[in-house]
């Protein structure tokens, strides 16, 4: 994770440091024009350092979210490996998987809010899946 976040403020202060060097003689002229032009700079710098640190958090939360979803995913991946079933949640759905009697995978997908408000339950998606146990929980990730 920490490689990823160094990665992504390295990559965050080259695009800036291009930035600044393409625009640099038009902000000197523009900085030059204005009355107070310490002031403009020093808002102008401002703004400009604020921008890249709401960019870098921005990348770092993706990052992390991602990492979190796949770690949460090969969890329920390895669980299906060990246990031949799983049930788990994602996205407001909720997943079962079970391995058939014939190697195959059957994957089964309900609304959350079946379970939640005590409804009948109704499949809104499933089907088979003859791939791997990662196969399997990725099968209808993928179309919901």
């Known amino acids: 994770m920490l490689n990823n976040i160094i990665e992504i403020i390295k990559e965050e202060l080259a695009s800036q440091e291009v930035y600044l060097k393409q625009y640099a003689g038009g902000m000197r002229k523009y ?14 710098a401002t703004l400009g350092a604020i921008a890249s640190v ?10 992390e979210a991602q990492d979190s979803t796949t770690s949460y995913l090969d969890e ?4 299906l490996e060990d246990n031949e079933n799983v049930v788990f949640e994602y996205r407001q759905l909720i997943y079962k998987i079970f391995l058939t009697s014939e190697g ?21 998606d499933g089907g088979v899946c003859t791939g ?4 399997a929980v990725w099968f209808m990730l993928d179309s919901n």
């Open 31 to 44: 900085i030059e024009d204005l009355q107070d032009s310490d002031e403009f700079y020093n808002e102008a």
């Open 54 to 63: 709401k960019s870098i958090l921005k990348k770092i939360y993706s990052s």
């Open 76 to 79: 329920k991946i390895r669980y």
């Open 104 to 124: 195959e995978y059957d994957v089964s997908v309900y609304d959350l809010e079946d379970i939640i408000y005590g409804d009948e339950l109704n499949v809104v």
């Open 132 to 135: 791997s146990a990662k196969d």
